[in-house]
């Protein structure tokens, strides 16, 4: 019986050893994501922002910002990838940069890219 388990055991760790945990280094680089300004009415508001998208990881990523007419992938703001989760069956990398003060206006970026598990 021990014999079995063992052979059991070896077999699960060899076929564990194939599977890949996602982690942040499974973030679409910065460079790799794409943006399209967007304009949206909500409420009778006209709201602008950005739609983002990339391929990583035979994965579509998918995201946007609104309120804004900052794309945050401007070399400006520095984006890189701060965190990685995995919520409700979808992989979630949140992305942070640097915050810039121009003409009076603070741009904090942020920008959420999500992808189906």
Known sequence: MNYKFAVGMLAACVLAGGAH???IKDCPA???IKSEAFQETIQGNTVDGFKY???SGGKEWTG???AT???YLAAKYEL???TFNVVNGKLRCDYGG???VENGETAVPNLRLTAPQ
């Open 53 to 55: 998208t990339a391929k």
């Open 98 to 100: 640097k915050t810039l």
């Open 64 to 66: 946007q910002t609104g």
């Open 21 to 23: 945990a996602a982690d």
């Open 30 to 32: 910065p460079g790799t």
């Open 69 to 71: 007419k900052d794309d």
């Open 80 to 82: 890189q990838a701060e």
